[in-house]
């Protein structure tokens, strides 16, 4: 890792996500709004939650030019930065996810890992954000890849896999034993749960639901396996670009970052933005997490 994650000396960490630039090898204004929202909110972190680039991209020279103007806003500040892919980053058919991902690494703040690789998957990783006075870690952050698209007789998108879970499942209980205490995580990845809705109807806690979510047919339990081990103290996704609410289900935080880019389907009356996301190592499991987005008088500079 090149990058050490801190506290801050106020016991703080932030994370912005973006979420479905839908970038292409011609800058567009998503980048404009990435920068407004760093400028504005000055994070420890940010992710990017999948669908970074999409088939606008042709050839290799393109998706290097669209990952560039995607890097500039975190380089330019030296903010660390890692992404997980979605079902669009690699249509292009140009280079595979692992091609794409060492693009992504190349660059000096980007702290993402090819990590454990299953499947079609590539970019399962973790990373743990260290206390402000000790260098004993106070908060996880999980990046999954949950896929694409599902066999054509199930149909509808994928989910994650048995193998991801069973290394979800190993590297919490590595870190428990190792630091002798369950640390609170958050996990991110594409595609939202089929718990996302079920959460929505019971849990409301901000946001709003403009469409339905389009998660897998399929459910394997993963929701379960995350409760059960009671480290994963919030998911969030991309993916449904309508849809920015947070909810609430077995004390799991179930969330959207809603949408970034301009380069994808969207509304007009629906604001593009960001996550945003504030930890206090004195309470790590219990982060606060709203939205800032265009259009907001604090991003107007």
């Not at 870690?137 to 999980?142: A, L």
């Not at 077995?250 to 629906?270: N, R, S």
Request: aromatic share 12%.
């Amino acid at each position: 890792m090149k990058a050490g994650l801190k506290f801050d000396a106020n016991g703080n960490f932030k994370i912005v996500q973006f979420t479905d630039l839908h970038e292409g090898p011609n800058s567009d204004k998503g980048i404009d709004l990435m920068n407004k929202i760093l400028q504005y909110e000055k994070p420890n972190l940010v992710v990017l939650s999948g669908d970074s680039i999409d088939g606008k991209c042709q050839s290799v020279g393109d998706i290097s030019k669209a990952i560039s103007h995607i890097a500039e806003p975190m380089e330019g500040r030296k903010i660390p930065w890692a992404i997980i892919f979605g079902n669009h980053d690699d249509e292009h058919k140009v280079m595979s996810k692992e091609e794409m991902m060492k693009l992504y690494m190349a660059f000096d703040c980007n702290i993402s890992e090819i990590g454990y690789k299953t499947f079609d998957r590539i970019g399962n990783y973790n990373f743990l954000i260290q206390g402000s006075k000790e260098n004993i870690p106070k908060f996880n952050v999980y990046m999954l890849d949950s896929g694409k698209y599902a066999p054509t007789f199930i149909g509808g998108y994928d989910w994650i896999k048995l193998t991801q879970a069973c290394w979800y499942k190993r590297t919490a209980l590595k870190l428990k034993k190792k630091y002798k205490s369950i640390i609170p995580a958050i996990m991110f990845f594409h595609i939202p749960l089929k718990k996302f809705k079920e959460a929505w109807e019971t849990g409301l806690i901000d946001g709003e639901r403009h469409e339905d979510e389009c998660c897998a047919k399929t459910n394997l339990g993963f929701f379960n396996k995350l409760v059960n081990t009671g480290d994963v103290k919030g998911v969030f996704v991309g993916h449904d670009h309508l849809n920015n609410y947070c909810a609430e289900l077995k004390g799991i935080k179930l969330g959207y970052a809603g949408y970034t880019g301009y380069g994808g389907y969207g509304e007009d009356d629906i604001p593009r933005g960001a996550r945003v996301f504030l930890i206090n190592e004195s309470n790590p499991a219990d982060f606060k997490t709203w939205l800032r987005r265009e259009g907001d008088k604090e991003l107007r500079l």
